[in-house]
Every structure is written in structure tokens, then in C-alpha cells.
């Protein structure tokens, strides 16, 4: 995918998923036979950076401050929307397909899951979440489990797991860099 061929979200509708444990993410444990993370991190405090933050997440604004492009049938508060990633250079990047699987857009917390679809070098979910506590700090959570599912990710191995890493590393500066904008 990607590589002089762009998939487009009109493509995926009908795709299944390439994981069985649809919200997975959602749940106390994540499901076994997975790596499983969970990262978070303090991004600001007070109900304005929380806004922020929320508008942010809820407008892939970690995607893109990653350095992905996104295009998608919708918008990622909203179950069912999919979405096309692309890392690298247009035309010759590589797609990454998801579908929104959870969403909360009101009250302290908010967020959404998305789920890998047919050409992702991974298979699983990613859940992003922004919280306002209590205390009034802003936390903001990524949640995942996941397999390499393609054959170059597999091959990859270790420098996947690197990718995946920065990735984290990148989504929170983002999500930081927004809720303090």
C-alpha cells in the first residue's frame, strides 16, 4: 500500500478488521498474544489546555504532528470513520488503515480507538485519551496492542518496535505542544 498506489478511505468501508478483539483497548487487561503499551503523560493543566488537548486529539492532531497525513471519511470522534496514514513521501509513502472503533467527544474525558485495517504493517488497536482530573492536571493516554502483521514489518522486527516508539515519543509532544498553544 502506499508505494505509488494511494488507498483511499472509500476503499476501506467494507474492509474487515485484521484483529478479532474489536475495543480491545477499552478493556481492564489487553488481550493476550499481543506487545501491549501504555504511555502517559502530564500535557498541561486547567480546563483550557484540557480543551485544547481534546480538540486536538479528536482532530488527529497527534497523527499529523507525527509527520503522518490523514485522510479520512470523516472525523475520528465518530465510530465507523476510516482512516488512511500515510508516513513517508506522497506517492511513495506507505499507508496505514484504520477504522475508529470507540469515541467519547463530551465530558472529562475524551478520546477514541482505531482499529487496523487490511494493509497496516500491524495488526491491533490504539487508543487515544486526554483526561481532566480532578487536581486539574491534563494527562493524556495511548493505549495499544498489536502484532507486525505485514511481511517487510516482520522482517523489520526490531527497528518496527523503534518506529512504534517514536511514534508514542511524537503524539505526546503533540498533544503537549496543543494543550500549551
Known amino acids: 500500500m502506499g508505494l505509488l498506489r494511494t488507498l483511499t478511505p472509500a476503499d476501506l468501508v467494507d474492509a474487515p478488521f485484521t484483529y478479532d478483539e474489536v475495543g480491545g483497548t477499552g478493556a481492564a487487561e489487553l488481550p493476550a498474544g499481543y506487545h501491549h503499551a501504555t504511555h502517559t503523560a502530564v500535557v498541561g493543566s486547567g480546563r483550557a489546555d484540557f480543551e485544547r ?86 494527562v493524556y493516554e495511548i493505549r495499544v496492542f498489536f502484532r507486525l502483521a505485514s511481511p517487510a514489518a516482520r522482517l523489520a522486527g526490531p527497528l518496527s518496535m523503534v518506529l512504534q516508539r517514536l511514534a508514542t515519543a511524537r503524539y505526546v509532544s503533540a498533544i503537549r505542544t496543543a494543550a500549551r498553544a
Open 53 to 138: 488537548a481534546a480538540t486536538a486529539v479528536l482532530d488527529w492532531g497527534q497523527q499529523r504532528g507525527a509527520g503522518l497525513r490523514v485522510r479520512a471519511d470523516g472525523p475520528a470522534g465518530r465510530p465507523g470513520t476510516v482512516v488512511v496514514l500515510t508516513a513517508g513521501l506522497p506517492r511513495l509513502g506507505y499507508d496505514i488503515p484504520c477504522r475508529v472503533v470507540w469515541a467519547a467527544t463530551d465530558g472529562d474525558e475524551r478520546g477514541f480507538a482505531y482499529g487496523t485495517l487490511p494493509g497496516h504493517p500491524e495488526s491491533g488497536e490504539e487508543r487515544f485519551v486526554v483526561r481532566l482530573t480532578p487536581a486539574g492536571e491534563v
